[in-house]
């Protein structure tokens, strides 16, 4: 090409997901994901999910898009406790499989703490089973620090 670069360095430029608020079309991409990160769900479920979701003003879920496809999403909401400054969670992470390892996931995290700022957040906080050794790895190297060991208890009602 005339200024130095190639379709390739073009198309490798461009190459960036775009990230979008999750629609009930989604569905059934955000069921696979889920599934990947071990919370199996149906695409129906997942579809009344995002649509109650949608009426919580405190709560947001993204989607990573390549090539409009579906392949990562990310869930916060902003929680509200009495012994604390309000702060934003990270309810969930995934990217899929094959499109681990490109940045969209610190793409996705990276948004999330932009959403939290323009919200006066000033602290976001993700909870991670103790098995994900990878996940761990990825929010340290974001810059997340292990602040506490918890166990979790629950209950069926």
Do not use: N
Not at 6 to 16: G, K
Not at 83 to 100: F, M, N, W
Request: glycine letters at 8%; one cysteine or more.
């Amino acid at each position: 090409m005339a200024d130095g670069s190639s379709p390739v360095d073009d198309h490798f430029s461009t190459d960036r997901p775009s990230i979008r608020g999750i629609l009930p079309s989604d569905a059934a991409a955000a069921a696979r994901l889920s599934g990947e990160l071990g919370y199996p769900v149906s695409t129906e479920v997942m579809g009344q999910r995002i649509t109650q979701l949608a009426d919580c003003p405190h709560h947001a879920v993204y989607v990573a898009c390549r090539d409009s496809a579906v392949v990562g999403w990310i869930d916060l909401a902003i929680a509200f406790h009495l012994q604390s400054d309000p702060y934003v969670e990270i309810g969930g992470l995934v990217v899929a499989h094959e499109a681990r390892s490109k940045g969209i996931g610190a793409l996705l995290v990276s948004f999330a703490e932009d959403w939290a700022k323009t919200r006066g957040a000033r602290r976001v906080v993700v909870r991670s089973r103790i098995s994900r050794e990878r996940a761990h790895a990825f929010y340290e190297r974001a810059g997340y620090t292990r602040s506490k060991t918890s166990a979790v208890f629950e209950k069926m009602i």
